[in-house]
């Protein structure tokens, strides 16, 4: 299986700031990966798919980027409602495999 | 638009049988990879597998022995079936659409619409 590596495990950011959070595939995907939100209690949301198209609907403040093994996810500007957890997937491979994922919690 | 609504039993003791459906409301039944994956408390969701409208399938290897996953398109309801469950598959299963493409150089599978999840919990 194609283990996903994210980091951080968790960071603590303010309103308006740039967040960004890495995703490590244990071989190449080229751009196969897609990234979600989840709230708790709530399944995941799509958010980004192919490393870097933006799912419809999705704000524009949230972007991808990335190729191979390494990728970024960016908010560029935190906003009240992005207080979440979030999740990189790949699907190069089945299995499909996620990353342990990235708790973004308010400073 | 698209809801997915799921049913199954929620306690189960081990070595019983899981089993959930899931039901699409709205959308196109055909065309899509029907999914079912599930996560427990603090951790990455996992993916179990997967099933298209012509019945093929998917599955993760780590579960294959145990699972089937099948689909009924009269009904446009997909359901997972997980044999000799343990303390271990103690989990919230979610069933969700999967959408994949491909072309030049180009090859996308995502899941786009989810249910609400079901808690499923192994104890004696």
């Known amino acids: 299986d194609i283990q996903m590596t994210q980091s951080p495990s968790s960071l603590s950011a303010s309103v308006g700031d740039r967040v960004t959070i890495t995703c490590q595939a244990s071989?190449?995907?080229?751009?196969?990966l897609n990234w979600y939100q989840q709230k708790p209690g709530k399944a995941p949301k799509l958010l980004i798919y192919g490393a870097s198209s933006l799912e419809t609907g999705v704000p524009s403040r949230f972007e991808g980027s990335g190729s191979g093994t390494d990728f970024t996810f960016t908010i560029i500007s935190l906003q009240p409602d992005d207080f979440a957890t979030y999740y990189c997937?790949?699907?190069?491979?089945?299995?499909?495999?996620f990353g342990g994922g990235t708790n973004v919690e308010m400073k | 638009q698209v809801q997915l609504q799921q049913w199954g039993a929620g306690l189960l003791k081990p070595s019983e049988t899981l089993s959930l459906t899931c039901g699409v409301h709205g959308g196109s039944f055909s065309g899509y990879y029907w999914n079912w994956v599930r996560q427990t408390p603090g951790k990455g969701p996992e993916w179990i597998g997967d099933?298209?409208?012509?019945?093929?399938?998917n599955y993760n290897p780590s579960l294959k022995s145990r699972v089937t996953i099948s689909i009924d398109t009269s009904k446009k309801q997909f359901s997972l079936t997980l044999r000799s469950v343990t303390a271990a598959d103690t989990a919230v299963y979610y069933c969700?659409?999967?959408?994949?493409?491909?072309?030049?150089?180009?090859?996308?599978?995502?899941?786009?619409?989810w249910g609400l999840g079901t808690l499923v919990t192994v104890s004696s």
């Open positions: 969700a659409r999967g959408y994949y493409g491909s072309g030049t150089r180009i090859k996308v599978y995502y899941l786009d619409y």
């Open positions: 997937q790949q699907y190069e491979t089945f299995p499909l495999t």
């Open positions: 071989q190449d995907i080229n751009d196969y």
């Open positions: 099933v298209n409208h012509s019945g093929g399938n």
